[in-house]
T-cell receptor, first 112, second 112 residues
């Protein structure tokens, strides 16, 4: 009965490849997010969707493209991976914007 | 614009000692305030939150925080810490248009 799940948990890939991370929440929440956490543990918002519509799009390279097929899913596709993309990516959801956020376990991406 | 400043990047403390993790925020509108905890290799989880009402908020695991509007602070406290409290702690604020902003985190290390 995991609330927010992400797959895969670990992702190791070569520079230049394209990869996707999937996120699903079974909480019935309207808002979903993607965060990037770097090696210093700094947490940066990347995107936020509300009812499948993009509402927050921070300064993120356009190699990153989110996609929300329905309210329960928010996937992250990354093109032409670079070394600097190595980080832990967290998906989160909340009932509404600004509410308590529920985080997934994270996906550790390593670009070689 | 809103911002969050966690005044201490690292807090080492001995077991059973009291601890305070400091958080200041700035915002031009009324805000909700949160503290999240991140245990090693896990996602963030909510410790406590302030929405309105009593300025002293109690959370899980014996933590509490006090909202001080005049000083724009939301410091987290625990009277007696355990080894298991070793983790990364994030203060967050949401206000303008429901956007959430996280601080840079405080690493709490509890030593025996």
């Amino acid at each position: 009965d995991t609330a927010v799940s992400q797959t895969p948990k670990y992702l190791v890939t070569q520079m230049g490849n394209d990869k996707s991370i999937k996120c699903e929440q079974n909480l019935g929440h309207d808002t979903m997010y993607w965060y990037k956490q770097d090696s210093k543990k700094f947490l940066k918002i990347m995107f936020s969707y509300n009812n499948k519509e993009l509402i927050i799009n921070e300064t993120v390279p356009n190699r990153f493209s989110p996609k929300s097929p329905d309210k329960a899913h928010l996937n992250l596709h990354i093109n032409s991976l670079e070394l600097g993309d190595s980080a832990v990516y967290f998906c989160a959801s909340s009932q509404a914007r600004g509410d308590t956020q529920y985080f997934g376990p994270g996906t550790r991406l390593t670009v070689l | 614009a809103q911002s969050v400043t966690q005044l201490d990047s690292q807090v080492p403390v001995f077991e059973e000692a009291p601890v305070e993790l400091r958080c200041n925020y700035s915002s031009s509108v009324s805000v909700y305030l949160f503290w999240y905890v991140q245990y090693p290799n896990q996602g963030l989880q909510l410790l406590l939150k302030y929405l309105s009402g009593s300025t002293l908020v109690k959370g899980i695991n014996g933590f509490e925080a006090e909202f001080n509007k005049s000083q724009t602070s939301f410091h987290l406290r625990k009277p007696s810490v355990h080894i298991s409290d070793t983790a990364e702690y994030f203060c967050a604020v949401s206000g303008n248009a429901g956007k959430s902003t996280f601080g840079d985190g405080t690493t709490l290390t509890v030593k025996p």
